[in-house]
């Protein structure tokens, strides 16, 4: 019989792949030995090419091996208001320490959200604003410092002048731009989409996929994931994906850590969210521009705890058209004292508004920062802002665009 036919008639799915298998048996073994061993070694032979290209020099690679060989308390630190890729990747990278016989201490500058509490380790972070004296001893034995997720340590509140000050070997790992940290060996890779991705890398790099279990890889998932709003930016490059794969082969259940990141508000999020929606966002239409703002009296009436208002700002963005989308959020302690968040589309540079505007910086299309002064002036200097980039801004929209087919 037709070795196609055969195929067809058992396999029609995954005929073309199958049939592609049948062609190699055919040569080796002739037409009728169609048997599924072949399948596994045709898919190890696949897997081959999904080789992990090195990011890194390899001379910094060696050089953090002998760091991480000759020392053994080691603190490890990340950004203030710690999200899920400073955790994340703090956490991973503390699991894989301790996996080579280090012990590790996790400080970070204030407390991070409750939806993250579930990553191994997480119950052994000291908050330096609480845990102040605890911190402090551990830092005082360190032999060996990380930075993870940030590129000055003016990010790290109290935390970063007591780091900066202890006379020690540092090693920074990050993907934000223009890193300013003194250090002996810098891993500054803004391409990258987490600091996860990044310490994933540095593991491969170091020759431990073996020392990866199951919790760090849901740690450095969870960063991978958050980073990129669950793989909608950032996140287009093959290699990703191959090493998000690596993180699921070690046992990472990415839907479950969706949940538990993405699926975790309270109700205090949704007032928050109807009320923005509902009455307090501003088009600027011409500009295809919103802006909202956010005063501690309305985050005090709607019961706002930590995290509420975490990824507000995208949202605006996913109105047809909408190119720049602009948050500035009141702090509930310090006044006057205004937190801005701004997202973009394509080459708008956030990042460049941010540190012209609102004294911060950051990603191309994910920025922030900060003014001291009250929400209304605040939304004053937005608009200004947003002039600054209008020729930007008007331009016409994605021509890939459907026609919406009901209007003439
Ligand atoms: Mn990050």
Same mark, same amino acid.
């Given at each position: 019989?037709?070795?196609?036919?055969?195929?067809?008639?058992?396999?029609?799915?995954? !005929?073309?792949?199958?049939?592609?298998?049948?062609?190699?048996?055919?040569?080796?073994?002739?037409?009728?030995?169609?048997?599924?061993?072949?399948?596994?070694?045709?898919?190890?032979?696949?897997?081959?090419?999904?080789?992990?290209?090195?990011?890194?020099?390899?001379?910094?690679?060696?050089?953090?091996?002998? !760091?991480?060989?000759?020392?053994?308390?080691?603190?490890?630190?990340?950004?203030?208001?710690?999200?899920?890729?400073?955790?994340?990747?703090?956490?991973?990278?503390?699991?894989?320490?301790?996996?080579?016989?280090?012990?590790?201490?996790?400080?970070?500058?204030?407390?991070?959200?409750?939806?993250?509490?579930?990553?191994?380790?997480?119950?052994?972070?000291?908050?330096?604003?609480?845990?102040?004296?605890?911190?402090?001893?551990?830092?005082?034995?360190?032999?060996?410092?990380?930075?993870?997720?940030?590129?000055?340590?003016?990010?790290?509140?109290?935390?970063?002048?007591?780091?900066?000050?202890?006379?020690?070997?540092?090693?920074?790992?990050?993907?934000?731009?223009?890193?300013?940290?003194?250090?002996?060996?810098?891993?500054?890779?803004?391409?990258?989409?987490?600091?996860?991705?990044?310490?994933?890398?540095?593991?491969?790099?170091?020759?431990?996929?073996?020392?990866?279990?199951?919790?760090?890889?849901?740690?450095?998932?969870?960063?991978?994931?958050?980073?990129?709003?669950?793989?909608?930016?950032?996140?287009?490059?093959?290699?990703?994906?191959?090493?998000?794969?690596?993180?699921?082969?070690?046992?990472?259940?990415?839907?479950?850590?969706?949940?538990?990141?993405?699926?975790?508000?309270?109700?205090?999020?949704?007032?928050?969210?109807?009320?923005?929606?509902?009455?307090?966002?501003?088009?600027?239409?011409?500009?295809?521009?919103?802006?909202?703002?956010?005063?501690?009296?309305?985050?005090?009436?709607?019961?706002?705890?930590?995290?509420?208002?975490?990824?507000?700002?995208?949202?605006?963005?996913?109105?047809?058209?909408?190119?720049?989308?602009?948050?500035?959020?009141?702090?509930?302690?310090?006044?006057?004292?205004?937190?801005?968040?701004?997202?973009?589309?394509?080459?708008?540079?956030?990042?460049?508004?941010?540190?012209?505007?609102?004294?911060?910086?950051?990603?191309?299309?994910?920025?922030?920062?900060?003014?001291?002064?009250?929400?209304?002036?605040?939304?004053?200097?937005?608009?200004?802002?947003?002039?600054?980039?209008?020729?930007?801004?008007?331009?016409?929209?994605?021509?890939?665009?459907?026609?919406?087919?009901?209007?003439?």
């Amino acid at each position: 019989m037709d070795l196609y036919k055969l195929l067809e008639r058992f396999f029609c799915d995954n !005929l073309i792949y199958l049939a592609h298998l049948c062609r190699e048996r055919h040569i080796i073994y002739g037409k009728k030995s169609v048997i599924l061993p072949t399948i596994t070694n045709r898919r190890m032979k696949t897997n081959e090419k999904y080789i992990i290209n090195e990011m890194f020099e390899k001379a910094d690679v060696d050089a953090a091996r002998l !760091l991480i060989e000759g020392s053994q308390h080691i603190v490890i630190s990340a950004h203030q208001l710690p999200d899920g890729d400073a955790i994340g990747s703090c956490l991973g990278l503390a699991s894989y320490l301790r996996a080579k016989g280090k012990e590790v201490t996790v400080i970070e500058p204030n407390p991070f959200p409750s939806f993250l509490s579930w990553m191994e380790g997480a119950s052994n972070i000291l908050i330096y604003d609480h845990q102040k004296q605890n911190a402090d001893e551990a830092i005082a034995q360190a032999d060996l410092i990380f930075y993870l997720d940030l590129n000055t340590s003016n990010r790290m509140l109290e935390l970063g002048s007591v780091l900066d000050a202890k006379q020690v070997h540092k090693i920074v790992i990050d993907h934000h731009r223009n890193p300013e940290i003194a250090c002996d060996i810098l891993f500054s890779y803004p391409q990258a989409s987490s600091t996860c991705e990044l310490v994933l890398r540095f593991i491969h790099a170091l020759g431990d996929d073996n020392l990866i279990s199951k919790g760090c890889a849901e740690c450095l998932c969870a960063g991978m994931m958050t980073d990129t709003g669950a793989f909608q930016y950032n996140s287009n490059s093959p290699e990703f994906f191959i090493l998000l794969a690596m993180l699921l082969s070690k046992g990472a259940d990415k839907d479950l850590i969706y949940r538990r990141v993405f699926h975790c508000y309270n109700k205090s999020r949704y007032i928050l969210l109807g009320r923005i929606f509902n009455d307090k966002i501003e088009y600027i239409d011409e500009l295809h521009t919103a802006i909202f703002t956010l005063s501690k009296e309305e985050m005090r009436d709607a019961g706002y705890v930590m995290g509420d208002v975490e990824g507000f700002v995208n949202l605006p963005l996913e109105i047809k058209d909408m190119k720049l989308s602009i948050s500035l959020r009141e702090d509930l302690d310090k006044s006057p004292l205004v937190h801005v968040s701004i997202r973009s589309v394509d080459d708008i540079p956030a990042n460049e508004m941010a540190s012209r505007f609102f004294n911060g910086g950051g990603h191309l299309n994910a920025a922030g920062g900060r003014l001291e002064c009250t929400l209304e002036e605040a939304s004053i200097i937005a608009h200004k802002a947003c002039q600054a980039y209008a020729d930007m801004l008007k331009s016409s929209t994605d021509p890939t665009t459907p026609i919406d087919p009901l209007v003439p």
